[in-house]
């Protein structure tokens, strides 16, 4: 092994099983872990007038530098994860539809996760709400229909059809300082005036619930 | 938007069956997914498939989930379960892998510059450690978790995680050195 203060010449010889102190007797995992956590330069107060500790030091901390680059990379995850987590999840949340009858032409039907995050957006429109989340009610019953008529329903049919009768839930989170009550009725106003226009629903209840206050 | 509440905020609306707030769930933390994979498997296309599983995954177990530990911490769970099952399976089809891993580095050579090679040694080093040194050093050299936390995703202890870190050190240092 090279002497204090020397280059080491053999790192790996160093870093073998064999070793675990060096010559001064410190501890070769813990100049190990003190490097790669990024801490090489700063010498305790041993390592100050150690020439061992510092040349290793030196060393490891050289030696970890690529791995901190690595570390520090930016990573962007591709978009294609969230496209695919979010169609994966919707496969999975039991579906139900609202059925607008028209006079002629045919039916069109509605998703209700369509209605909820219609309101949802509605909702976040309103001055002082921080956060909002839709759903429809009709979700929970929905699955249990479809659990119970999986075996004997023409493959095509659409579960859980809901009419024009739609019943929607939001959870709001409100701006501290404002006035809980006006918003969650501006909410409401807001959400059934925009599912009536925009989605042609005639009955809409919209229940709103204020679960947090944001300061 | 939507950045002011707080993890468990998003997690019991989403446990009440509010979709959307999963949604927000992902969009914070699809990225810890995808790079803790990234760094345990080595490259993009397993990443890509193991960070979807674990999420979709998350979703489904979401009604278990248990407020004792950070959505975080649950998620690195899963996600590193995960990407060990891949590390494990991959291990057994390794050997009739007759054309070699293909590089997914979408350069031509001419723009392979020298830290894209650096990269690559490192990435190779980490992926070359056994599966319990691997998942140690990625989560604390490379996420920056405490022991504490690590142990508590690995379903380990404290001591357990830092012989792994000790180890894993020794070996990522000796590859590096002997590359250098």
């Given at each position: 092994m090279s002497g204090p203060g020397q280059p080491i010449d053999d790192?790996?010889?160093?870093?073998?099983?064999?070793?675990t102190r060096l010559a001064c007797g410190a501890d070769i995992d813990a100049?190990?872990?003190?490097?790669?956590?990024?801490?090489?330069?700063?010498?305790?107060?041993?390592?100050?007038?150690c020439l061992y500790c510092q040349a290793a030091l030196r060393e490891f901390g050289r030696l970890w530098e690529p791995v901190r680059d690595l570390a520090a990379e930016r990573v962007t995850v591709p978009a294609a994860v969230k496209i695919a987590v979010a169609s994966q999840i919707r496969k999975l949340v039991a579906d139900v539809w609202y059925t607008l009858q028209l006079s002629d032409g045919g039916a069109v039907r509605v998703a209700a996760r369509v209605v909820a995050r219609i309101a949802r957006e509605a909702a976040r429109d309103v001055a002082g709400v921080g956060v909002a989340f839709g759903r429809s009610t009709h979700s929970r019953m929905a699955g249990l229909v479809e659990r119970a008529t999986l075996r004997h329903r023409h493959p095509n049919a659409a579960v859980g059809v809901l009419g024009r009768t739609a019943v929607v839930d939001l959870a709001i989170a409100v701006e501290y300082g404002d006035q809980v009550d006006a918003v969650a009725r501006a909410v409401q106003r807001r959400a059934v005036a925009e599912l009536r226009s925009k989605v042609g629903l005639r009955d809409v209840t919209v229940n709103v619930t204020v679960d947090d206050v944001i300061t | 938007m939507g950045s002011e509440v707080?993890?468990?905020?998003?997690?019991?609306?989403?446990?009440?069956?509010?979709?959307?707030?999963y949604a927000d769930l992902v969009d914070r933390h699809g990225l810890l997914a995808y790079r803790v994979a990234l760094r345990l498997l080595g490259n993009?296309?397993?990443?890509?498939?193991?960070?979807?599983?674990?999420?979709?995954a998350a979703w489904q177990q979401l009604p278990g989930f248990k407020a004792d530990s950070s959505f975080s911490t649950w998620l690195y769970r899963i996600v590193t379960r995960r990407a060990l099952n891949r590390i494990t399976r991959r291990r057994v089809t390794e050997s009739l892998d007759l054309l070699g891993d293909v590089s997914d580095a979408g350069d031509g050579p001419g723009q392979q510059t020298e830290r894209n090679l650096t990269v690559d040694?490192?990435?190779?080093?980490?992926?070359?450690l056994p599966p319990p040194q691997r998942v140690a050093?990625?989560?604390?050299?490379?996420?920056?978790?405490?022991?504490a936390e690590i142990a508590d995703i690995t379903g380990s202890t404290v001591p357990a995680v830092r012989s792994h870190l000790f180890r894993g050190r020794r070996t990522l240092s000796k590859t590096l050195a002997e590359w250098r």
């Open positions: 790192v790996s010889l160093l870093l073998s099983g064999a070793n100049l190990l872990e003190q490097a790669a956590d990024g801490y090489a330069g700063q010498f305790t107060s041993h390592q100050r007038d | 707080d993890d468990a905020y998003l997690v019991r609306r989403a446990q009440e069956g509010y979709v959307d707030a993009h296309q397993d990443a890509e498939d193991v960070a979807q599983e674990a999420l979709v040694a490192v990435t190779d080093a980490v992926t070359a050093i990625v989560l604390r050299h490379f996420e920056g978790l405490p022991l």
